[in-house]
Every structure is written in C-alpha cells, then in structure tokens.
C-alpha cells in the first residue's frame, strides 16, 4: 500500500522516495489509501528532537549563554519571515526555522531570568508536557484521557492533603491562575445564589467581591467579564510590606452593606504579585466567619510554602478557607502552565456551578462510573491534562526535595535583600530601571522587571525561585545593575 | 563548582557521580553553588524523546495495534501507583513512568480514533509544541515572547485574509474554542454597553443571546459564566439537516424584543457538534443586520472548510460577520490545543473590552513599541504560544496542502455516508451503541463516540479528520460495528 504525508512519497515495503510532491494539484489523492507516513515524520521528529535538547536545554540553560537575543519587532520580522504562502517548504528549512524559533526566544529557564513569576529547567516537569502533547489527550472523559484523570484526582487530593482540608474536598487544574482566581468568584456567587446560572443577575441586588489593593489583576478581570463589574471590587489598604489589613477589610464590609450592596466574597492573597506579600489569612476566616463571606485565596504564587515546615506559617489559616489557587508551575517550576484551582466543598458544587451535561460527550448510560468524567466541572471543553507536569516531578522528587527547592528559593531571596542593604546607593541607581533595563536586555546579560508602586519611583522586582540559581547570580544582578547604570 | 539536582551529583569538570542524595535533610542546600545538573537532566530528557517516538508516535499510528488498552478506573490506579510520597524515585523507575501513561493512554493519534472533533499525528505541529514547552514562554508581552508575538500576529492577519475580512481585523489564540466562544460574547455585550465592565449588569435590561438548538454547549456556559443566565439564550430551530432556520431567527428576535427583553448577539455555528451542519450564514447576516446585533459564527469544527475551494460556499457570507471562532486544532489537525478568536472590529476592542493595566507588566516607558504587548488582549494572564502549533505547520505544508487535507476530509466522510446507504440493516444496529462501545473499547479495536439526538436512540458519530484514514479504515469501522453487534 503505497502511503504519503506531507509531501514525500514512501511505501510500507520499499525505502523512502526522496522526491517532494508538495504541489499536487488539488483532488489527486487517492482515499483507498492512507496519507500517513510514519518513517518520515519519526526522523523529522528526531531532528528536531536532538534540535530542542541542545537548544532550548543545553544552550538555554548555560549561564555562559545570553538570556535574550534582542531585537526590535522590525527586525525580528525580517529574520523569521512570517509570511504563510500557497506552498510548503522542506524539511531542513521546517528545521531551521525550529533553531530560529529558539534562538530569538527568550530564555526563561536561564540562571539569569528574574523577569517573571516563573523561572529554570525542570526535566521531569518538561518531560511530562512532551508526553502530554505527544498523546493529544483533552481532558474531559474518563473514556479518553483515562490515565491523566486519575493522575489529576491523585494530585488534587494530595494538593488538599497539604492544605489541611482533613474532610477532603475537589478540584480542577486549569489554563493558568486567572481563571482559578475566575472559577473561585463564580463559584462564591453561585453558592450565594444558584439561581443566577440561569436567570442571570439582571434583577439581582449588586454584588461585591473584597480584596487587597496589591491583589493580582485577574479579580477585576473576572469581576468584568462575570458582568459583577471592577467598581463592585473593593480594595481593601493594605500595611507597609504589601499586607491586607483586617479591620480596613471590616470596614470596607461595612461600608459595601450600608451602600445596600451584597458582599459575597473575600480574595485574600498568599504571595502578591509585585512584593510578595502574605494576607494574614486567619485573622480574615474569623471575618468571613462573622459575615459569611465565601473566603478564597489566590495562592498562585506563594502557594509553594505550605510544602515547607519552615515557611508554612504564611498561609496559617488556610484550611479554614473555601477555596485556593496555586499555581505549581511559579515556585515548584513544573512546565507552564499548570494551575490548580481547590475548593473544600464536598456536596459537587464545582460541578452543579458549571455543568451543561452535554449528551455527546457526557452520555448517563456508559459502561463505567461516569462519576470519572470530570469535563463538567470546567467552564471549558477542551483541557489539557496540566496536572500530570506536576504528578511526574512529585514522583521524581518527592515532597521533600519540594520543600527544599521552596526553601533555598527563600534563602536566596533573603540573602538578596541582606546584599542590598550592604550596598550604598542601590536605591538611587532604581529611579534610572527603564533605561537600565534597555541596557540589560540588547546585552542578553539578565532580564529583570521593573514597576512603580504607589508613590515610589520605578524599582525592580528580583523573583527568585530556581534552584539553578547560586548565590553568584544574585552578585551578578547587582553588579550588573551598578554597572548599567552607574554613567546615568 | 559542584552542582546537584533531583537527587544526583556532580560536578562540572567531574563524570557522574552515580549516588543519589535524594533524602538529605532539610537545610543542607548550599546557596554558594547552583543545584542544576544539566548533564543529568539532558540524559534523562534524551532517554524520555526515545520513548515518547517509539511508543506515542510509531506504536501510536500504527493501525496494528490496539487504539485503547482497557482498564476500569479501579484497575488502572492500581497499575499506575498514583501515590506521591516523601521520597522520590529513580530515573529508571520514572522512565517507565513515562512509558505507562502512554501506554495506558487513548491513542488518539491511531486511524482508528474517531471518538472526538480531533484526530491524526501531525508532526510539524507536535514538534512546535514540544519547542513551545521546552522554552517556557508566557505570551504577554513582546519583550518576554518576541518570537511567539510576531508569529501569532502572522498568523492571525493569514486567518483574516482567508476569512475575507479585506479592511484587517484583530485577534487571540485561545486555551480552547469554548474560551473563543465566551470572548465573543463578552465583546459582543461591550459593544452592546461598554459601562457593564465597570458597573456590572445590576440594572441592565435582560440581555438576550440567540443560537441554533444544535450549538456547543459552551454558549450556555459562558452565559452561565458571564451573569447572563442560561434561559436568556434563546434556541432557535433547525431544519432536517440541523441548520438554524433564518425565519425562526428572526420570529425568536421579536418574542425577545415583545418581552422586554435585548437581544444583543446571534451565534451561528459552522460545524455543528453532532451532525457538522452549517448555519446560513449569509442570511443569518441580513437579519443581523437589520436588528443590529452582534454576529459571531463558531467555526471552532468547520472552519476548515473556508481553506478549500471546493467547499468554502458552506461558510458563504463570513466575511460579513463580526466575530469568529476557528479551531486548527480540529478539522486542520494541528496540535492541542490551538484555538483563534478573530474579530472583524479595527477600534481596538478587544484590548479595551479586557485591559486591566497591570503595571508590572505592561509599563508604558518600555524602549519598544508596546503595542507588541498582547497580555491586555486576553482575560487571562499566563497565555501559552498555541498559534505557533499552526505557523510551523502552515510553513511545511503551505496553504495547498491544508486544503488538500479538508478535501480529503470531507470526500471520506462522503465515502462512509455512501457506504452506510448501501448496508441494510445498520440502524437497527445503532439503538445498541452503548453495547457495542464498551465492546469496541474493551477489544481496543477502534473509538468512535455515541450519543442520542431528539428523538431518535442512540446512534453512532463518526468523526473523519485525519490523512492517516483509509477507505479501508473506515470499512473496519463498519464492519466491525456490525460484527460487534451482530448478537444484540
């Protein structure tokens, strides 16, 4: 049986025909065969195979390497050639464009990448998200993504374990933490009025969501989209190292019930975006108690310190909580994305929140325990099985390399902090980051970002969270930093 | 300098030291060194590509093996030692790890796989998301994706080109067609009344949004989500075939309107879930039109079919639409998930609709053009690189290829509808679906979904996407239900 894909001819028995057919005139295929030509794509898939290891791990990786190869848009534009014409191209082009590709992306598993909440190489982690793609499983039935269901429940149950919700709860991993901080609000809306699902809040009284004003943006975003509206999100001030204050979070309460408005709902926050900070999470569970407000906290980010014995007092109080988001893929570095949403409910009230029982995929008389089928706990359809990124690190490295990873992180971080202080008129050189941030960039030396906050000029935001990073790389930053800007 | 991860020594001018550390005790990391091992990890990572190509790409694909390896969810936690623990595990023990979550995975890649709206191995896709997780790239600003940006701009403005939108338009990839779906109808609500993401719809009139019986269930989530409600999407009927019938459109716009109601968005589906039936787009239009409402076709399955001369009339009259959802990920074959939302609007809408401004991330003193920052675009934050699954593919095959593909696609689903009219009997088969599933499942022989649809009992969904699909295929298929059956 004669078979070919993508352009080059083969047969089952024979060797490859070299010769490309890219331009076969529409209609000339032949049903009575298959298309597919498995041999061509394994070794395409090898080539790129060995491409992605000593590019984007090998090279990426190596301290001794740029963390960027700037270029502007313009000329980024040039170097791609982005155009999609009528025709395909060869293989070692396709090749190539897969070294360009990684070339002029950023390397954010790099010991030098400070830039964002995420950061270093985690080949368990990164392992798992090959496999995930390679088997193109979605999700949403026990029927066809049998192994990664059961892998999500193991994970979820773990992940509630740890918290501390001692009568168990469920879960969902989703496409990042804004949507679990999403889920959350529906959820905490749904449970003060399941009516809205279906009639809408047209006729409602108006709803109000409390947070901290150095909340992530995704609660307003949610509160937007959700149709509740970001004026309906009430920031509550917070102290001088970024805290939530309670008694400010009273008052707000206070003030949305005289307005005759509904609070429904605290998001407090366990790791803020821009310093870190840890809402005092038992002193707001007495006042959610008090106010019956759904308690949720967005713990994407400092989530990780509940693996820690040392750290786990930050989030003291959060199994009394309703419900969590915390993202593994930040500081437990497993491959983006991989965000878990966790609510200490036990009566299903992710599902009955978000199901629409679709016959075609969620079908009452199939052969096994539909109760496996999890697709309609999802506001989504199609999702990815996220969770096993997370499932195959924890196997390989066991809760206790977790706990060291997230305490050497907050080591580093503290030895940070001590280095600046050491360091005479850091604070200054901060008033000049855009312009020192320019500068690091076009040299591919380090990427860090930069933010104002309040009344204070722009500063930059170190995170810390690799292991590959040494106390080396901290010196580095700040020499480096001194030396971009010491001219300005 | 001496480096260890995940449990394994060494040192950078040293070989392997084979001894793993994995339980050294809390607090004896050394922050004077960096913990990576990049040797360690490349091995383990080149030893997992090995298996990923012999067992989820070549056994994967091929057509003698078994599609699905049956086991009850009680069975198969047993075989998959789900339990995470202390201590972690050997490389060895976490290799054949890999090699059980896909063996114990649905092959959906298998020619036999006709279960779900996706189907077939596409390497040039599959190769792109292995480079997108490999390099850990978040798409929210340029300065972090310059590559990702660039080529999902291209991408997008080669979608509108094909949809025929000649003035330009915008767009978003998506972690799903239901997420594109809810994109539309929260822009179509924001133009309706820009003052809801502020105020939310406390004192709003009752919006209404209408769609065909036969739509994705996703319509009703997001307006479930959106604090619209369910019951204010109203259903319009279909014809025999499962198209939305214009009339009935517009007598269900009058029963809104004489209610009090504001109706503010049609959703026609292209590709229906169940029977593939295309809405009259064209007509749809005019009344659309005439009402002023926000027009948005999910084209998540068929959108495909805008890519072939030959079938393109069934999409006649997108070019007049505001807004489209269009999975790649479906019909076109490339990788999960790949999913665009294109909007015909050039006034920055989507920007304006969903624009947080966060500060640590979209600085307005950047050294670029910041209008390369997309994050705003999206509800989400972490966004992955999706619409690079799509370039890398179009590249390799050009534009002629992928329509060869839907030609290919849809001549074979011609051919199974001929070949089911000429065997007597088959209906009769179809009311014991649930039957011959959990047989075809158990077996492992082929997947093919089941599902009532009014009416009528169970019957059969076959889903042709993939160029690995043979005649000869599809005549197992029916064969097969029939053998399956034929005792029943």
Known sequence: MERHINGVKSSESQ???????????????????STADEQV???????????????????????????????SPEQLKKLLDLELRDGGEAESEILQRCRDAIRYSVKT????????????????????????EAVKTNLYTYEVAPVF??????????????????????????????LSNMYAVNLARYRY???????????????????????HYSISKGAALMGIGTKNVYTVPTDERGRMIPSALEEKIMLAKSEGAVPFMVNATAGTTVLGAFDPIDEIADICEKHNLWLHVDACWGGAAIMSKKHKHLLKGIHRVDSVAWNPHKMLMASLQCSAFLVRDKTSLL???????????????KFYDVSYDTGDKSVQCSRKPDAFKF??????????ELEQRVDRALAMARYLAEEIKKREGFRLVLEVAPVVKQRMMKKGSMMVGYQPLGEKANFFRMVVISPQVSRQDLDFVLNEIHNLGKDL
Chains 1, 2 share one sequence.
Request: charged share 20%; with cysteine.
């Open 41 to 71: 794509a394994e070794s395409f898939i090898r080539q790129a195979m060995e491409i992605i290891v000593d590019e984007a791990v090998k090279k990426a990786t190596n301290v001794q390497e740029k963390v960027c190869e700037w270029h």
């Open 193 to 215: 009025c399941p009516d809205f699902k279906e009639v809408g809040m047209f006729s409602a009284p108006r709803l109000v969501i409390l947070t901290s004003q150095e909340c």
């Open 109 to 132: 598993s790099h010991p030098r990448f400070f830039n964002q909440l995420y950061a270093g190489m985690e080949p368990y982690s990164m392992v798992a998200s090959f496999i995930a």
């Open 149 to 178: 269901t059961l892998m999500e429940d193991a994970v979820l149950r773990k992940m509630i374990k740890v918290i501390g919700w001692e009568e168990g709860g469920d879960g969902i991993f989703n496409p990042g933490g804004s």
């Open 391 to 400: 499932w195959l690190m924890w196997k390989a490295l066991g809760s206790r």
């Open 15 to 33: 060797a490859l025909v070299a010769e490309p057919e890219k331009c076969s005139p529409a209609g000339s295929f032949d049903v009575n065969s």
């Open 351 to 365: 599902q009955h929140c978000h199901s629409a029982r679709a016959s075609y995929l969620f079908q009452q008389d």
